[in-house]
């Protein structure tokens, strides 16, 4: 089974300007989420969808940071204009959904943002 | 809102040696706990999950956790650790509420010498 699929793995921007993040989750994955991992500190949830609909964007810094769920499919999360706080692990994931197997996550290995 | 506190930032052991990395979570309704592992350079994945029934939870890797729901803790565990254990280890916790929120801990670091 093909895993979470995130592009590009490395992006090193000046600030002011933008970036767009490419997120393919898990085939049949209804939820998707977009966390930002600072160096030294767990994931934070920035937005969770559900198909194509948004369930939570409450720490998504909407003044910058845009997400959208296309189709229900695959997301892209853009930043515009990046600041030097944002250098940070963007980290994708999917999961079932209200499966009673419990709401496991599924982890890309994520899209490294350095902001100079 | 639920909460997640990993009371060590970091946890260095001998090779062979056991080990405990600890979780305390706060939340007002009934909820999931996870377990995840992360090593250098690569995304987050599942060790171990606590959904319902037995409160001891086996993972992969040797990983063990108990639920003890009076001290709202989640602790890992694992008997004999090796060199390849070294990562990052982080503690969720699912609220069972609308939208089943998962909230991360700030992580804690294994370093496992020989």
């Known amino acids: 089974e093909a895993g979470v699929a995130q592009s590009p793995r490395y992006k090193i921007i000046e600030k002011r300007q933008s970036v767009a993040f490419w997120c393919n989750p898990i085939?049949?994955?209804?939820?998707l989420y977009w966390y930002q991992q600072i160096l030294g500190q767990g994931p934070k949830l920035l937005i969770q969808?559900?198909?194509?609909?948004?369930?939570?964007d409450s720490q998504l810094p909407k003044d910058r940071f845009s997400a959208e769920r296309l189709k229900g499919v695959d997301s892209t999360l853009k930043i515009q204009p990046a600041k030097l706080e944002d250098s940070a692990v963007y980290l994708c994931?999917?999961?079932?959904?209200?499966?009673?197997?419990?709401?496991?996550?599924?982890f890309g290995e994520g899209s490294w943002l350095t902001v100079v | 809102a639920q909460s997640v506190t990993q009371l060590d930032s970091q946890v260095p052991v001998f090779e062979e040696a056991p080990v405990e990395l600890r979780c305390n979570y706060s939340s007002s309704v009934s909820v999931y706990l996870f377990w995840y592992v992360q090593y250098p350079n690569q995304g987050l994945q599942l060790l171990l999950k606590?959904?319902?029934?037995?409160?001891l939870v086996k993972g992969i890797n040797g990983f063990e956790a108990e639920f003890n729901k009076s001290q709202t803790s989640f602790h890992l565990r694992k008997p004999s650790v090796h060199i390849s254990d070294t990562a990052e280890y982080f503690c969720a916790v699912s609220d069972l509420s609308g939208g089943f929120k998962t909230i991360f801990g700030a992580g804690t670091r294994l370093f496992v010498k020989a």
């Open positions: 606590y959904l319902s029934g037995s409160t």
């Open positions: 994931a999917s999961s079932l959904d209200h499966s009673p197997s419990g709401n496991t996550i599924y």
């Open positions: 085939s049949g994955h209804a939820t």
């Open positions: 969808f559900q198909n194509n609909g948004v369930v939570d």
